[in-house]
């Protein structure tokens, strides 16, 4: 079993001896997510700690998207608890890396790929040389907005 996984279930344990309603019923639907992800597919199978960063990358995600629709439709206390909640998810996640340390890292990857002679056709490229890097530390949209925006000028 992943050692993410059994910090999710621990703390979980944690949360609901304490009384955290919050912290309790995140790292419920974040367990959740992870044991879907487990059985999905043709077979079911065990979670890798990156797989598992990977599905709490993208719930934490879903959670920051729901935040701001819930600010658009001006329900603030909605977008409260979805941030409350991404909260709680960061603290499993690896430390999130600044938009100037994404710019060089793909400064970096366009000079040691050769890509930028190619253009916009190279992003593909690009972005397959950098996932590794940034998986889980960056948001994959803010990283191919900077690829974009290297590779046009």
Do not use: C, H, W
Not at 46 to 64: F, M, N, P
Not at 111 to 139: F, N
């Amino acid at each position: 079993m992943s050692a993410i996984k059994d910090r999710l279930r621990s703390d979980l344990t944690t949360a609901m001896k304490a009384r955290d309603q919050l912290r309790a019923s995140t790292l419920r639907m974040a367990l959740t997510a992870v044991t879907n992800a487990e059985v999905s597919g043709k077979e079911a199978r065990e979670l890798s700690d990156d797989d598992v960063i990977g599905v709490l990358t993208s719930e934490a995600k879903k959670r920051r998207e729901a935040a701001e629709a819930f600010d658009a439709a001006g329900r603030a206390e909605s977008a409260e608890k979805e941030r409350a909640e991404a909260a709680v998810l960061a603290d499993y996640l690896p430390e999130q890396i600044s938009a100037d340390q994404v710019a060089a890292l793909v400064t970096e990857t366009i000079a040691r790929t050769g890509a930028a002679a190619d253009g916009m056709k190279a992003m593909g490229r690009v972005m397959g040389a950098l996932q590794p890097q940034v998986r889980g530390r960056a948001d994959g949209g803010a990283v191919a907005a900077e690829v974009r925006r290297q590779l046009g000028s």
